[in-house]
């Protein structure tokens, strides 16, 4: 499902599945790894959130994308939705990592 939330951008509510919680078992010491493994099983390019400790952070964010590279995932942007919303903006949104 999808939800507008402005001219440009848009949210996507997702379901919680055997393989997003498996990955979010790989991070056991990390709060809210769930969101993290149910963006990045969605192959979404950004999540938004305004969790500065645990996941707006770019040593966590480190360590997620160490482990969505060992598992065959993408990388994920962690951004909060008012850098995000600067980015589309400026016409400068986040792209997808995919050629």
Known sequence: MRRALGDELAAELLCVDAETIA???VWVDADDALH????????AQVLASWNFRH??????????NGVNVIEG???LVIMTLMDISKLSEA???P???ES
């Open 23 to 25: 990955l979010g078992g």
């Open 36 to 43: 993290v493994a149910q963006a990045t099983v969605a192959r």
């Open 55 to 64: 996941l707006v952070n770019p040593n966590k964010t480190r360590q997620f």
């Open 73 to 75: 995932f993408d990388f």
């Open 91 to 93: 016409g400068d949104e």
């Open 95 to 97: 792209q997808s990592n």
